[in-house]
């Protein structure tokens, strides 16, 4: 009987001193071998191979230490994957909390307003933190990908800045670029002027980018809009040299001539009338306001003063005349 009291005493202490290590363990900070450490856990990696990764990147931390601690935690099934960053004096109770909570670091990508297709595709190959899985997927099987309806994806793409885990997949960036460009058409859609001479979101988007591309100055947008908008009601050809820029594509020189302006492609807006086939760029905000609510007036046409503003007019006399007065021997703008 003394034996087994004994005995029972001895399993108290060794679980008295277990638990005293243990708490001592969690609270104590580890030595990182530099700083920051970063590392990433991959999606299925588990509680050991996570504290091995770690036991690489700190002085006397143990994998089976790391390991024990997140069982009798009952957090080993808790590990989130992704990219991670330690810094400063950390206990193993805050890394294990870190990586359980999924506190990864954060990188960010910015789709500027007025951008190509192109020139967006561009900066996610170029980005060092994001997991290129669209490298050579042609823009069709992009669209699926992402579960988009359209067939040509210029000007789906919200411009905005996101923020995002190291390492994601840029079809996961674009796709919430695309879904936040849907949600933002598809609130303003409703509260549009009746009396638009366009009838679809799309149409509208298409309106939206030519406004993005034609606006020097953030005051003249909705004037922008409302000339734009008043030559589709009169049947007017937009004649809108980014239109035709675009659709020249790798054949434009830096320079728009007169035989740019005569030859005809489908966005060629001074050969075609009524709106191009798709957007030609990413219009922001700001753009698909202006294009849905453009002001009444009766401008038919403007011209760049040269100093990121527009003149705008009511005839053609008085365009010519606001081309000789700031535009010269260069050719109008509108």
């Avoid at 202006?290 to 760049?304: E, Q, T, W």
Wanted: net charge positive.
């Amino acid at each position: 009987m003394r034996f087994l009291s004994r005995l029972l005493l001895l399993v108290v202490l060794l679980a008295m001193l277990a638990a005293g290590w243990l708490a001592w363990f969690a609270t104590t900070p580890v030595t990182l071998k530099s700083e920051p450490v970063e590392f990433d856990v991959p999606p299925g990696f588990g509680l050991r191979a996570t504290a091995q990764t770690l036991a690489e990147a700190c002085v006397g931390l143990q994998a089976w230490q790391f390991s024990l601690l997140g069982r009798l935690a009952g957090k080993a099934a808790e590990i989130k994957a992704g990219s991670y960053e330690l810094a400063g004096r950390l206990s193993p109770w805050q890394i294990l909390t870190k990586l359980t909570r999924g506190d990864v670091t954060q990188s960010e990508i910015t789709f500027v307003e007025g951008w190509t297709f192109r020139q967006l595709r561009s900066a996610l190959d170029d980005h060092p933190d994001v997991r290129h899985d669209t490298k050579g997927l042609a823009d069709d099987k992009l669209l699926t990908r992402i579960e988009a309806a359209e067939k040509q994806p210029e000007g789906l793409f919200f411009p905005d800045t996101y923020l995002f885990a190291k390492r994601s997949s840029d079809l996961a960036i674009l796709k919430r670029a695309y879904r936040t460009m849907e949600k933002r058409l598809a609130a303003e859609w409703p509260t549009r002027d009746p009396m638009l001479p366009y009838s679809t979101p799309y149409q509208a988007l298409i309106m939206a980018s030519i406004i993005e591309k034609e606006t020097g100055q953030p005051a003249d947008r909705p004037m922008v809009a409302s000339v734009f908008t008043n030559r589709l009601r009169l049947g007017m050809l937009l004649q809108t040299d980014p239109t035709v820029i675009y659709g020249l594509g790798a054949n434009f020189a830096g320079n728009l001539r007169k035989r740019d302006l005569l030859a005809d492609t489908p966005y060629n807006t001074y050969t075609r009338p009524g709106l191009p086939p798709t957007p030609i760029a990413l219009a922001g905000m700001a753009s698909l306001k202006a294009a849905l609510h453009p002001p009444v007036s009766d401008k038919l046409y403007f011209v760049a003063r040269g100093d990121g503003s527009s003149e705008f007019s009511r005839t053609l006399d008085e365009h010519n005349r606001a081309v000789d007065r700031y535009q010269r021997r260069r050719n109008g703008g509108g």
